[in-house]
């Protein structure tokens, strides 16, 4: 698929098929995710990879939307926090930057691929590290389900250009 068409029919996906994902596309669109740029190439974060099977109730904790775990996998990007670059001048971490490049580079790859997702930071943090048993290093920034759609794509609904880009003068 050519980049433009590509980012044009990315959307957020709430319903989703039980069909397993292909495990070629599922490497393939973690494949995408690895090649993510990170601050300094520090690559501090980690992709895990929950098999909703099962586990629907525990993962419904994390977030409470019934199609969250009606695809076959949930993908979570944590970040490790004390491995990430920080910037000299204030120590800003970018632990968080990068997994979200990271997980931008997921969604795009698994829309290249015929699949869905549903970009997720609105979940409870405290039920995610109980219910996936994260070490204190990991801190899980996103998730997504990853699966076939079962809706259509709405409208995208975006600002227009000269709303949200100006041309910078310093004076």
């Given at each position: 698929?050519?980049?433009?068409?590509?980012?044009?029919?990315?959307?957020?996906?709430?319903?989703?098929?039980?069909?397993?994902?292909?495990?070629?596309?599922?490497?393939?669109?973690?494949?995408?995710?690895?090649?993510?740029?990170?601050?300094?190439?520090?690559?501090a974060f980690q992709i895990l990879i929950i098999s909703?099977?099962?586990?629907?109730?525990?993962?419904?904790?994390?977030?409470?939307?019934?199609?969250?775990?009606?695809?076959?996998?949930?993908?979570?990007?944590?970040?490790?926090?004390?491995n990430a670059w920080n910037r000299s001048w204030d120590?800003?971490?970018?632990?968080?930057?990068?997994?979200?490049?990271?997980?931008?580079?997921?969604?795009?790859?698994?829309?290249?691929?015929?699949?869905?997702?549903?970009?997720?930071?609105?979940?409870?943090?405290?039920?995610?590290?109980?219910?996936?048993?994260?070490?204190?290093?990991?801190?899980?920034?996103?998730?997504?389900?990853?699966?076939?759609?079962?809706?259509?794509?709405?409208?995208?609904?975006?600002?227009?250009?000269?709303?949200?880009?100006?041309?910078?003068?310093?004076?």
């Amino acid at each position: 698929m050519e980049f433009d068409e590509l980012i044009r029919t990315r959307y957020s996906v709430r319903a989703y098929l039980s069909d397993p994902v292909e495990d070629d596309k599922l490497q393939r669109v973690l494949e995408a995710a690895r090649l993510a740029p990170t601050a300094c190439n520090k690559q501090a974060f980690q992709i895990l990879i929950i098999s909703t099977k099962g586990r629907e109730e525990e993962l419904n904790r994390i977030y409470k939307a019934k199609w969250f775990t009606d695809a076959p996998i949930v993908i979570c990007i944590c970040a490790i926090p004390s491995n990430a670059w920080n910037r000299s001048w204030d120590g800003k971490n970018h632990a968080d930057i990068d997994a979200a490049i990271v997980m931008d580079h997921l969604i795009l790859a698994a829309t290249n691929e015929g699949l869905g997702t549903c970009w997720i930071a609105a979940f409870d943090p405290t039920a995610a590290r109980e219910v996936l048993n994260l070490p204190d290093e990991l801190t899980p920034v996103i998730f997504t389900p990853l699966g076939y759609s079962a809706d259509s794509p709405r409208p995208k609904a975006r600002k227009d250009l000269s709303e949200i880009v100006r041309s910078w003068k310093s004076t």
